[in-house]
């Protein structure tokens, strides 16, 4: 199995308000940006879109390194949040309902293709990559809003 590495990151413009999203993917000599936005969103959605788009451009099953600055992604697959969202009809724990549960749903569906190791990085830090994936979400929200 291939291995790829995933930077991702997503921005918004208030909260909700037009949103961007950024990733890189990294195999050998190859790397790939790609980047999105919507009108109306929130961060957190953005961050998840990130993700999903990066997993869904992968053509076959893969070993994944993924990089973001989004503990809401990171805490919620590495510590099975979002699993266990998902086992009680995205019910959380304290018994409110989870936020984003179709992103939630693609995205879980997507670890079960790809085996996903992932990584926290500090956002606006020392990390080239992640400094890249915000420039380019960003962009994407700025393009949206003079629209």
Do not use: F
């Amino acid at each position: 199995m291939k291995t790829i590495t995933i930077y991702t990151d997503g921005a918004c413009s208030g909260n909700p308000g037009p949103g961007g999203w950024g990733a890189i993917l990294q195999y050998g000599e190859h790397t790939k940006e790609l980047s999105g936005g919507e009108k109306l969103t929130t961060n957190n959605r953005m961050e998840l879109t990130g993700v999903i788009r990066a997993l869904q451009a992968l053509k076959e099953p893969c070993i994944v390194e993924l990089y973001s600055d989004s503990k809401y992604i990171i805490d919620a697959l590495e510590k099975g949040w979002a699993r266990g969202w998902r086992a009680r009809g995205w019910v959380k724990s304290d018994k409110k309902p989870a936020l984003n549960p179709d992103l939630w749903e693609t995205l879980l569906d997507l670890c079960q293709v790809h085996q996903v190791r992932t990584h926290w990085v500090k956002g606006h830090a020392e990390n080239p990559y992640n400094n890249r994936c915000d420039q380019l979400a960003v962009g994407e929200w700025r393009k949206l809003k003079e629209e």
